[in-house]
């Protein structure tokens, strides 16, 4: 158990179980990992750590292409999915993104469709995920981080409630399990511009290197605007 106490995302996951790769912002994993491999120039044989790795569906496919995966995620629950059909080169574990202790491990980290980062209330929390995930890369390693867009939220989330204080959006919402039984839960989401996000990396000892306007499924090069859902930062440790 992490020191931090059980996190509010851990029922719902529960519930959730492997529905969660039933919603459509899960189906684009292929693409994601097609732009980051070129991207993050990725070769078989380096280590990547998938920070919030859900169900373990981008570290199956970095795997695949002969990536070292090690995935983390604060939901047992969405570990033991992970595990049962891990292919050769992906493991993982149990583990808070906020209690990160690897020390240079890793060539890249990832931390996608808010995978930990973005799911931190508490305030600061989310600014100790990146260092973690800051500290876990070599000199000169990669970073791949997606943050829902604050603009986006204003703009479109009419039946959320967006703090404009914290920067967090909450949603009341329903969740499906594997037998389409229903549970009512509460979403907590923090939302970033790229400005916010450039400067959360740097005091983290990153160098960006682009910020992106993506969708899931959808990443590419493009300049950050209000109409896109979630900001790409690739970054690196510098050294």
Known sequence: MSEHGSHWFEPVAEHLGAAYLRYSFTKGTNQEVDFLMTELGLEPGMRVLDVGCGPGRHAYELARRGLVVHGIDISERFVELAQQDAPEGATFERLDARDLAFDAEFDVVVCLCQGAF???????????????????????????????????????FEDAVFDADSGVNHEHTEVRNEAGEVKVVDLWTGCYTPRELRLLCRDAGLVVESVNGVEPGSYRREKPTVETAEFLVIARRDG
């Open 118 to 156: 973005g799911l931190m209330t508490a305030n600061g929390d989310d600014e100790v995920v990146l260092g973690g995930m800051a500290r876990a890369l070599r000199p000169g390693g990669r970073l791949a981080l997606s943050a829902f867009s604050g603009y986006f939220a204003v703009k479109y």
